[in-house]
């Protein structure tokens, strides 16, 4: 299958800085990834839903402002926790799709957050 | 709108049992089903999906699902269940804009 490589797997920061996410698909390219919330113990949420080259679509109660997405080419998103707080400590995952209907998608490998 | 239903949160098996995680949907339209399996800290490993077609779908490590249309069901199962299965296991329906709606997820414990 397609790969989704997702950096760092791991980051502590100290609360009120902000930490940059990414992922990036290494054999295809994705017209639209996904970001994805996990707290312990817990099912994923989805936090926003990115396609190339547009803003970002937030689900209802996610900050948009405190969670900068951006999707500027076909293979690299970006997730920004902006002035980390230590309620934002939690797991982090994206997923790409390869195309605009029905397609697999991939996952990358998470990212732990920890503000401390 | 989709969504799915997991039964029981937790499931312990011995080693070489038969694996059963419960799965229920709900959807509009014809739906497109998934589990997915989750090691500890890590992503999502894809198993399993039903699109159209064969009923019964196979997948990897030994997994298998089917699709009951009457049932509103997608359960997994494995015939013998091995330690290195013990993992979080996630099952999804697509929804619209090609989101994935994920039920709250079983941990599969497997005791020698």
């Known amino acids: 299958g397609a790969v989704v490589s997702q950096h760092p797997s791991r980051v502590i920061c100290k609360s009120g800085t902000s930490v940059k996410i990414e992922c990036r698909s290494l054999?295809?390219?994705?017209?639209?990834m996904f970001w994805y919330r996990q707290f312990p113990k817990q099912s994923l949420m989805l936090m926003a839903t990115?396609?190339?080259?547009?803003?970002?679509?937030?689900e209802q109660g996610v900050e948009k402002d405190k969670f900068l997405i951006n999707h500027a080419s076909l293979t690299l998103s970006t997730l920004t926790v902006t002035s980390a707080h230590p309620e934002d400590s939690s797991f982090y995952i994206c997923?790409?799709?390869?195309?605009?209907?029905?397609?697999?998608?991939?996952f990358g490998q998470g990212t732990r957050l920890t503000v401390v | 709108a989709q969504s799915v239903t997991q039964l029981g949160s937790h499931v312990s098996v011995s080693e070489g049992a038969l694996v059963l995680l419960r799965c229920n949907y709900s959807?509009?339209?014809?739906?497109?089903l998934f589990w997915y399996v989750q090691y500890p800290n890590q992503g999502l490993q894809l198993l399993l999906k039903?699109?159209?077609?064969?009923?019964l779908v196979k997948g990897i490590n030994g997994f298998e699902a089917e699709f009951k249309k009457s049932e509103t069901s997608f359960h997994l199962t494995k015939p013998s269940a091995h330690m290195s299965d013990a993992a979080e296991y996630f099952c999804?329906?697509?929804?619209?804009?090609?989101?994935?709606?994920f039920g709250t997820g079983t941990r599969l414990l497997v005791s020698p």
């Open positions: 999804a329906v697509r929804g619209g804009f090609q989101k994935l709606v």
């Open positions: 054999d295809f390219q994705a017209t639209t």
């Open positions: 997923s790409a799709v390869a195309g605009q209907v029905n397609t697999e998608a991939f």
């Open positions: 039903y699109t159209t077609g064969a009923t």
């Open positions: 959807s509009s339209v014809p739906p497109y």
């Open positions: 990115s396609n190339e080259g547009s803003k970002a679509t937030y």
